[in-house]
């Protein structure tokens, strides 16, 4: 373990470099534990830039935790529409409930109850209890990381389940307990800000004097990570299918990307195929058994969605079809003009956003 007062020196720079160069954001300086949460949910996977806008929307719109609680899943998705890893909006309506029914509606200050909520982990749990509460409990991001491990020098791979304990320990003795908060609020911003992943501005830091990775030449080296993600392709051949001026879509039940959201009917393939293969598909004929007349109108160019695990290929297709069979009469039926109505992933966005370009 460090010198104590390093540990004091360090924070003490952090929170004054904070104090003079801190981002002017919404959920700063407030202790509602509840904007607090939703502001840290959204930046999760977020940058600030994108998430400020949808932050502002979701707490004008679900102003507490009884709003959210009494808000229908589809809409609460439908704010989120856009930012993707979508078991967030998911966990925080389901935790939303949880606060209504075990804690009356109030958001819980113990460190243990908060952790138990639907998708609230050690990182999220030590932010709210900080912020809001003052409560020590260090927080440890992906900023949190870079800082400390290049701050000592540190090149245990902070995703090994020892490097993840070593981290939080080092974390949790550099926290002064009476200025928690603060505290753990300074050593993200400066991640944010001032020890960014490529190229950071060591020579005008105020904790280069300290600082080991800046000393013995490591800073494009820390922090070390073990496992690259794994990326897997997929295909989807959207049916965007037309019956007089009303289409069809279906809910992504299942867990998998998206998981509740809307989207038109899918015929997933191993590979990119041509019309005249899907055509050939037991999928599509199954789909459109009993129609005397299935017309295929266009196809889109193909489109490229990139998500952390995956790379989908998709490809929209217009149908137009002369009637109905069970199998359509089981979707969901909308006029075109209401698909707006309905929380999609980013990749419909785009091709309803080429819809509306095309026919103006
Ligand atoms: S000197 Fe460079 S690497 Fe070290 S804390 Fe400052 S910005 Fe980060």
Request: proline share 4%.
């Amino acid at each position: 373990m460090e010198n104590p007062n390093t540990y004091i020196y360090i924070s003490n720079i952090l929170t004054s470099w904070y104090q003079a160069n801190k981002r002017d954001l919404p959920w700063r300086s407030i202790s509602d534990p509840y904007k607090i949460w939703i502001s840290e949910i959204i930046l999760q996977q977020t940058r600030v830039n994108q998430g400020l806008d949808y932050y502002l929307r979701f707490v004008e719109r679900f102003s507490g935790v009884k709003e959210l609680a009494e808000a229908n899943e589809d809409e609460v998705l439908k704010y989120w529409q856009g930012l993707g890893y979508y078991s967030r909006a998911r966990n925080l309506h389901k935790a939303s409930l949880q606060i209504s029914t075990k804690f009356e509606g109030n958001f819980p200050q113990n460190h243990s109850a908060v952790l138990q909520l639907s998708g609230i982990g050690d990182y999220t749990a030590a932010a709210i209890c900080s912020f809001a509460y003052n409560q020590p409990y260090a927080v440890v991001d992906g900023n949190v990381y870079r800082v400390l491990s290049r701050l000592f020098g540190i090149e245990t791979p902070i995703d090994s389940s020892k490097g993840k304990k070593e981290f939080a320990e080092i974390a949790q003795h550099l926290l002064p307990k009476s200025e928690s908060g603060l505290h753990n609020q300074a050593i993200m911003e400066f991640g944010a800000l001032q020890c960014i992943p490529a190229s950071p501005d060591c020579n005008n830091c105020p904790l280069k004097s300290v600082c080991q990775a800046f000393e013995l030449n490591l800073v494009t080296i820390l922090p070390i990570k073990l496992q690259k993600t794994k990326v897997s392709n997929r295909y989807f051949n959207y049916l965007f299918i037309k019956y007089n001026d009303e289409t069809f879509l279906q809910k992504r039940i299942a867990k998998d990307v998206w998981q509740n959201l809307y989207e038109f009917p899918l015929i997933e393939s191993d590979q990119l195929v041509e019309i005249t293969d899907l055509i050939e598909s037991e999928k599509f004929k199954n789909l459109f058994q009993g129609i005397s007349q299935v017309e295929i109108i266009k196809k889109s160019n193909p489109m490229k969605h990139i998500l952390t695990h995956r790379v989908i290929f998709a490809q929209f297709i217009t149908v137009t079809v002369s009637e109905l069979n069970n199998k359509l009469q089981k979707l969901v039926q909308i006029p075109l003009n209401e698909i707006d109505r309905f929380a999609v992933s980013r990749l419909m966005e785009l091709f309803l956003e080429s819809l509306i370009k095309s026919n103006s």
